[in-house]
């Protein structure tokens, strides 16, 4: 067990629709990272945040945003969803701000279904 | 921008058996680290192993080892005496270790290579 905790483990929504999945990071870990996972583009990197702010953009959709809150937990929101936004949604969180040195811990992942 | 790539999709091999999953990156950095990560069917993914671009050593935990090549930009993974349990699907990953953009936080997969071990 990674002490990640992301939730739903699955979703199941229709097209335009929007979701939120929510990622508790391991205690005492101040990042937060998003990462998608579909057939097609592999494991991509969206977001990270540190400490309560935005620290580094990777290839997130103008229709996805994240944020963190003060008890550090966080949140990814999908809308207009498309059906290409099916993927597997993995958080993981790391103790610092992200130097290459400090273990990224994933949690389980959210399976986002659209149909 | 760096690249990572791992050009064999599966990967079989005997119980007890040795095997070698390979990938190779493209950088233009000099300092940086290495993974290679599992996803079993479980899904969540384990750190396996970490490589830091620096050392010439090549790291090892139990029966997991790799054979990091910096001049070919390659970085192998062994597994030695294979179990059941090793089959997943194995990623190798580039993280840079230069803060200069802030994008040290970023792992840069491979495709993956789904390793079979066959009883």
């Known amino acids: 067990d990674s002490g990640v905790t992301q939730t739903p483990k699955h979703l199941i929504t229709a097209t335009g629709q929007r979701v939120t999945l929510r990622c508790s990071p391991r205690s005492g870990d101040l990042s937060v990272y998003w990462y998608q996972q579909s057939l097609d583009q592999g494991l991509q990197f969206l977001i990270q945040?540190?400490?309560?702010?935005?620290?580094a953009k990777g290839n997130i959709l103008e229709r996805f945003s994240a944020q963190q809150f003060p008890d550090l937990h966080s949140e990814l929101n999908l809308s207009s969803l498309e059906l290409g936004d099916s993927a597997l949604y993995f958080c993981?969180?790391?103790?610092?701000?992200?130097?290459?040195?400090?273990?990224?811990?994933f949690g389980n992942g959210t399976r986002l279904t659209v149909t | 921008a760096q690249t990572v790539t791992q050009s064999q999709p599966e990967m079989s091999v005997q119980e007890a058996e040795t095997v070698t999953l390979s990938c190779t990156y493209d950088t233009s950095e000099s300092d940086y680290y290495l993974f290679w990560y599992k996803q079993p069917p479980s899904r969540q993914m384990i750190l396996v192993i970490r490589q830091e671009a620096y050392k010439q050593q090549n790291a090892t935990e139990n029966r997991f080892s790799v054979n990091f090549q910096k001049a070919a930009k390659s970085f192998s993974l062994k597994i030695s005496d294979s179990q059941l349990g090793d089959a997943a699907m194995y990623f190798c990953?580039?993280?840079?270790?230069?803060?200069?953009?802030?994008?040290?936080?970023?792992?840069?997969f491979g495709q993956g290579t789904t390793l079979q071990v066959k009883p």
């Open positions: 945040y540190y400490n309560g702010e935005e620290r």
């Open positions: 993981a969180s790391s103790v610092g701000s992200g130097r290459a040195w400090e273990p990224l811990h």
């Open positions: 990953a580039y993280r840079s270790l230069n803060d200069y953009s802030g994008n040290t936080g970023k792992l840069i």
